[in-house]
Each structure stands twice: as structure tokens, then as C-alpha cells.
């Protein structure tokens, strides 16, 4: 929860940093709510993501623009929000073993890529996304970036701990686990999505695929 | 080379397999090249991928929209020939070790990558792709899907000859290879894309990440 001050009593904690990107910070979860409620009935209405914007989502809402402005520096950061609303959370790592953790992370890529195919509102926004610029590079760098450093973390304690070569790129390592399960759940739709795809990546490129003796 | 009868005189193809896709196969290359011209500056004037019509098209290059119908059933066919016309052409496996038929199908997708990062068009035409569900449909049948059976019949080689386990299941394999591949020219557009990329790509996947002893 990033919801710190929900009351309607409570100093509205955007005000605290002002200019920042206050995210999940709002005044009160039913407006924040209504806001969100407004933006999924345009999209779901036919609106083209690109002319979604804050003038009709506040008419929408039944909301002033100034309210929206409160929370959100503008319609980008409302719409990652909007989709951190209804993916899957980040994954808390275990912490035990670097291929149990490499596992959990790796499950929430499935995962998230489940909710996009069962989300019709996930599904409309990532396929428009990629032909917005902006809103890609917002979510890029408040959601993608993060997750990926998460990745890089991992793969280092697994070479200081001698459970990952450390003769390899840290970054190229952490795309083989990654790249096969962003394959499936981003780029090819049809792809199957096992209950253990994960673990079989996570052992398979442990392993590698010469024969065992 | 698809194009087995571009002379004048000559019987066109496509008068031979009407219904079918009838890809590459113009009565003229002159005519084709002016009708690809035509879409490219449609597209780089800003005109987006959906609203760029047959007839649009056909008013812009001079021909009768009956000229581009005898060449393309729709205008997805169309946009993916010219896709391809201007992306690097599908690689041909020497043959000799599945680890180096690997590297050079590897290495196809960091040319196509590099492509697409140096064309203003293929990029246009990409990043409108995934809102476009017939055009990206029509691409991954007629382009992407031969190219992946091409990879699966590859790692069934692997596996026949012994340099490739064969306790894994032939799909989740080939992801293996390809995905880190497609995770850094399609999903992460500011990832580097090194020479030997494709090399140490194969290298680790078939070695694994256990440290050696």
C-alpha cells in the first residue's frame, strides 16, 4: 500500500511534493476511484488512448480538472497508475536461494502476462501503447526499469554467492532468464503459459542444454 | 527471389492462383516499386497506418486501384510486403554444426533489430503494428511463424544429433535462444545490440549458468 494518507481530514501529502510525480498519493481513494472509473469507461467507450485526455476524463467523472491536476502532473502518470491498479503487485522475493528467487520473479512475468490476456483494459492499453511514445516511456521508466534492476540485483548476489558464472554480463544473464517469458507473455499472444514455465526456464538456463552425461 | 516473371510479355502469376496471397509476384517490379513509394509517403506524412487506404494509395502512386488489388487481396498484404522489402531477407543455414546454425539464426534477428532501429518507416510501421490487429495477424502468418518453425526445426536437429538435450520440451528451447534476442530488438528499444550478441547468446544457453568447475 503507497496509500499513506486515505482520510479526508489528512494533509493531502501531494502538497508535500509538489512537482513530483505523486504517484498513489491521492486525497481520497473514492475520487481517485471515480477518476480511474471515468478513464476505463472512455477507453472502453471506444476512445482512442491518444484522445483520452484529462478535460474528458474530469467531465467524465463529474470531477473539476484541477482535482486530476491534484494527483497527476499529467494524463501519462494517470494511466500507469491506472494499470499498476489492476496488473498483478511486484513480487517480494523469498530471499533464500538466488533460483528460488530467480523462480518468483520470473512467475510474476507470467503472471502479469495471464492479466493481460484476461484484462480486456489491460489488453487495449499495452496494444495502443506502443504507437504513444510518452505513456510508453512513463511506464517504461516507473515500472519497467525498477523490475528490471530487481532482475540485475538478483543475478549479482547469485555470482558473489558462486550459485551464477560470473564470467558472463550481468545484463545478458538477466536477459535469459527474462527474455523467454517476455517472449510469450508480450510479443507472440497465442503463446501457452504453463503453471511451471517459470521453473522450467529458470533450470533449463541454469543448466544449460548440452547432454548431461 | 520470388519474383520468377516481371517481364511485360510474360503470364502474370497471380492470374494463376487467384484467391490466393499472391505475394511477390508482380506483373511489374516498376509499378510495385511506385505503389510501395506511394504508401512509404503517405506513411511519412503522417497519415496513420489504419487510415492509409487501397484507394489512398492508388491515387498517390497514379494506378487504378484495380492495379493494386491485382497484386495484394488487401492492404495488409500489401504493408507486409513492403515490410519486407525493406527488411534484411531470412537467413540460410550452412548446415554445418547446429551450434552454428543457431548463432547465424540468432544473428538474423540483431540484423532485422538493427534494421528496424535505422529505418524511420519500419519503425513508423511497428510501433502502429500492435493497434492494428489484421495488419499484425497477417505479419506473424506470413513472416514471423516460418521463421520460428524454421527455429524449431533446428533445435530437432540438435536433438537428434546429440548436441542438444533432449529432455526439454522443442518450443521452450528455441524460446530460450530467441528470446533474449527478441527481448532486445522488439520489447526494450534502448538495449545494445553488440556484434557478438548472437554468439554469446547461443554460447550461454547451451553451456548454462552453473558456474564450471
Known sequence: MTRENGGAGATDPAEDCAGSARR???????????I???AIGLLEGGTP?????????ARTAGV???????????????????????EPPDPVLPG???RGDLVVLMESIRRRGLAKRNSALLHNVFSQMQAYPKLWDTYHQVV??????????????????????DDLD???????????LLLRTVIRPGAT?????????????LEGLRPRD
Do not use: C, H
Not at 480538472?65 to 489492476?86: H, M, N, Q
Not at 526499469?145 to 555470482?159: A, F, K, N, Q, T
Not at 504453463?194 to 533449463?204: G, H, K, Q, W, Y
Open 24 to 34: 498513489g498519493r491521492p486525497r481520497s481513494e473514492a475520487a481517485e476511484q471515480a
Open 36 to 38: 480511474f472509473d471515468a
Open 49 to 57: 488512448l491518444t484522445e483520452v485526455s484529462i478535460e474528458k476524463i
Open 64 to 86: 473539476g480538472k484541477a482535482t486530476i491536476y491534484r494527483r497527476w502532473p499529467g494524463k501519462e502518470e494517470l494511466f500507469v497508475d491506472l494499470l499498476r491498479s489492476v
Open 96 to 98: 533464500d536461494s538466488v
Open 144 to 165: 519497467i526499469e525498477p523490475r528490471r534492476l530487481l532482475g540485475l540485483d538478483l543475478v549479482r548476489r547469485g555470482m558473489a554467492l558462486g550459485e551464477i558464472r
Open 170 to 180: 550481468v545484463e545478458l544473464v538477466n536477459d535469459l532468464f527474462t527474455g523467454p
Open 193 to 205: 503459459l504453463e503453471p511451471d514455465l517459470a521453473e522450467r526456464v529458470v533450470d533449463a538456463v
